[in-house]
């Protein structure tokens, strides 16, 4: 690929952010809310090749969790709402907060991996 075919590349940002292929731009990343196409409808890029796996769940999982601890632990020690309430509102608010990044994340992952042509088990030679 030629300097100037990767110079119109988008960043992982807007990969991540837009849903655009890494390869050619176009918004045909995600076939779902959070599952890739399997090719881009535009350019042909096959997406299969790349493996992202469970990894962005996990840690938006655990960085989700942690951050709703605090405003648990805040809630609790100034306004002390009856545990029901604080179900009613955190439970909501993991849903969201997890499988509202993980789109963004798994882009994110899916971009890297085509930027640095990383592939599963090995780091491709420069």
């Given amino acids: 690929m030629s300097s100037l075919e990767r ?4 960043t992982p940002a807007q990969v991540a952010l837009k849903g655009l292929c890494p390869r050619c731009g176009a918004k045909t990343l995600f076939a779902g809310m959070t599952k890739f196409a399997d090719r881009c ?3 042909g890029f096959d997406l ?8 962005p769940a996990a840690f938006l999982t655990l960085i989700v969790g942690g951050m709703l601890v605090g405003v648990a ?3 609790q020690l100034t306004i002390e709402p009856p545990l029901w309430l604080l179900a009613l509102i ?4 993991a849903v969201i907060g997890v499988i509202g990044s993980l ?3 798994k882009g994110a992952l899916l971009a890297l ?3 640095n042509s990383a592939r599963e088990g090995r780091i491709a030679d420069k």
């Fill in 113 to 115: 991996e085509y930027r």
């Fill in 90 to 93: 955190l439970i909501p608010l």
């Fill in 7 to 10: 110079a119109v590349e988008p």
């Fill in 103 to 105: 789109r963004i994340a």
């Fill in 48 to 55: 299969t090749m790349f493996n992202v796996g469970d990894g």
């Fill in 41 to 43: 409808a535009a350019c």
């Fill in 73 to 75: 632990v805040t809630l």
